[in-house]
Structures are given as C-alpha cells and as structure tokens.
C-alpha cells in the first residue's frame, strides 16, 4: 500500500517531469501526435499546462484531499476514458489514484500514448503502483466505474454498468454571455476558450450569448489573431463541409474566413462554427442556463473570466458530479 501523502510526493514530481524537456517525454508527446492530428503541440502544452498548473501542486492536492473521507475498503474502479483531448481522462485518473481503489482503466484510441507513459514513470518511482493501475480494453469484474462518452454511448454504459455504482457522462459543452461593455482584451481572450483543442472540449465554448443590438464585428475583431487555425487541414475541412451546407440550403451565416457564426438556440456546434442568439434579461438567461443538462460551463468574466475555461479546478468536477465523493463512499 502507497500511502497518500507518498501519492501526493509522485504526483508533484510527476508535474515536474511533465514540464521538463526530458526525451522520453518528448518522444511520448510526438508519438501522441503522431496518432492523432488533432492533438498538435500548442494544445498539448495547452494540456500540460493546466494539469500540472490547476492540479499537481503539493498545497492544491493537500487542501483537495483532505475534504474527504478514505474509502472503508480498496474497491477496483473501472474509468473508460474519452480522447477528445489531450489527457482528458487525467482528472478522473488522479481521482481514482488518490483516493485510495485500484485503477482498471479503459484508454480511447484517440489518446493512448501520453497517460500510459505518465504511469510507467510513476511505477519507475514507486514499483507498488503496478499492482494499483491496470490498462486495459476490458472492465469486466470492478466494483464501481466511471465512464466518459456521448450521448449514444452512455446508453451502452448505462446497459453495461448500470447495476453497478457509476458515474456516466454524455455530452456536454459550453457557452459564452457577453454584457456588451467587454474589452478587446476580454474579447481576444474569449477566444482561447472557443478556438483551444479546436473546440473539442466540453470547456469550450460553442456558443455565445449577445445582448441585444450587440455589434458582433466587435466579436470578430476580437478573434483575428486566431485566423491562422485555418491551415490546419481537419479543421479547414469542417469550414469549408458547412460552408458548403449552410450555402447550399441557404442558411443565414456570417464569417471571418476561419470561423463560421450561425443563430441558432442550440448549445452545441460542430468544429469551425459557433452559434449566437441574443438575449434581453440576463437573470432570466443565467436561470436557463444552470438548469440546462447540457452546459458544462458559463464563461461570462463573472463565474469564469475569459480565456479561463480550460483551467478548471481540482474541485471542478465534470457534470457537477463529485467523483471523489463518489470515490470516498463506495
């Protein structure tokens, strides 16, 4: 048995290790990109930065840790990540680590490479963890799981998993509210939380909300230094496949060239096209918008500044579902 505050030495060591220059960790980054085109440099980095930023440090962990009870006994948790992102499982990972079960993890092909090898330098340091974290493709046999997809998928979970404690998450995003009195700084910034990971993440923002009589060039001004995300040629092909569409069935859109901006009351939006809607009473939008199962976050400088939604927390829990509570008393 590793005891938590040895954990939390790893960990601390493991957030240096992820913000050294170190080969083998240059060599799993480049590997990671490799295997999948969306995970470029800038958003890996975008990745590292808030893990060891938000989560690995020694007072975060500690202040984290000690709100919770330790679990009556060891359980074996099943985690199926997703692979959106780079590392987007971390969170779920260091829940599952620190709390004290051992880890049956189930990696997406989509991101398969970094968090294995963040482990392996953790057994390096504290042979133990072998026995404690196990990858694996299947999770038959834990005794809770937490399982991450969309909506079609969680209906598998929930036929799979559902007699067992879980947690399931589907699909989730995450809009913008603008007051009109933003800078052009608060703007620029907004638009780290649209365009970071090529808006992939349920922490960005898909859409965004205008007062009404909002000027949107005020908007698009704001984003022009992210133009060049246009030369990335998965992302191009999602401008110019609903270009084509919104063309094509004649649906009112404006554009800047690399982003395409559409009115619609819908939350989500695919990859190169934000939607907007306008509104008149702004306590009226925020009632709808904490009741919507749909939003991961609200990004308006008053709950998260701008350019802040990828920095969530320790106690930022995806879904608002406290995993390691649910950790703490299986």
């Not at 998965?234 to 063309?247: E, G, H, T, V």
Request: hydrophobic share 40%; aromatic share 12%; charged share 20%.
């Amino acid at each position: 048995m590793v005891p938590l505050q040895r954990k939390i030495e790893l960990l601390v060591r493991l957030g240096e290790y992820m913000q050294s220059g170190h080969d083998a960790w240059q060599n799993a980054k480049d590997w990671a990109k490799n295997r999948n085109a969306w995970f470029d440099d800038e958003n890996i980095e975008l990745a590292i930065a808030g893990i060891t930023g938000c989560f690995l440090q020694a007072g975060l962990l500690e202040d984290w840790v000690k709100q919770y009870p330790a679990p009556a006994e060891s359980k074996i948790v099943g985690i199926v990540m997703a692979g959106n992102i780079p590392l987007v499982g971390f969170h779920d990972f260091l829940c599952g680590f620190v709390s004290g079960h051992t880890l049956h993890i189930k990696l997406s092909s989509k991101d398969d490479i970094l968090l294995p090898h963040l482990v392996s330098k953790l057994v390096e340091w504290q042979p133990e963890i072998a026995n404690l974290i196990v990858f694996a493709d299947n999770l038959k046999g834990c005794d809770a799981y937490i399982a991450t997809g969309s909506n079609n998928t969680a209906r598998y979970f929930e036929q799979y998993f559902g007699k067992y404690p879980h947690i399931i998450r589907r699909n989730r995003t995450s809009v913008a509210v603008l007051s009109g009195n933003e800078t052009a700084e608060d703007l620029h910034d907004l638009g780290r939380d649209i365009f970071s990971y090529y808006g992939l993440g349920c922490r960005n923002v898909t859409k965004v909300f205008f007062p009404e009589g909002y000027d949107i060039n005020l908007l698009l001004d704001g984003l022009k230094p992210y133009g060049d995300i246009i030369h990335h040629h998965k992302y191009k092909n999602n401008y110019d496949y609903y270009l084509a569409i919104y063309l094509l069935n004649k649906i009112p859109y404006i554009s800047n060239d690399f982003l395409l901006m559409v009115e619609n009351k819908e939350p989500f939006s695919a990859v190169s096209v934000l939607h907007y809607e306008y509104y008149a009473d702004k306590a009226a939008l925020s009632t709808n918008l904490q009741s919507d199962d749909n939003i991961q976050c609200v990004v308006d400088n008053v709950n998260i500044s701008y350019g802040r939604s990828q920095f969530p927390t320790l106690s930022n829990y995806a879904d608002g579902v406290d995993t390691m509570m649910f950790l703490s008393t299986l």
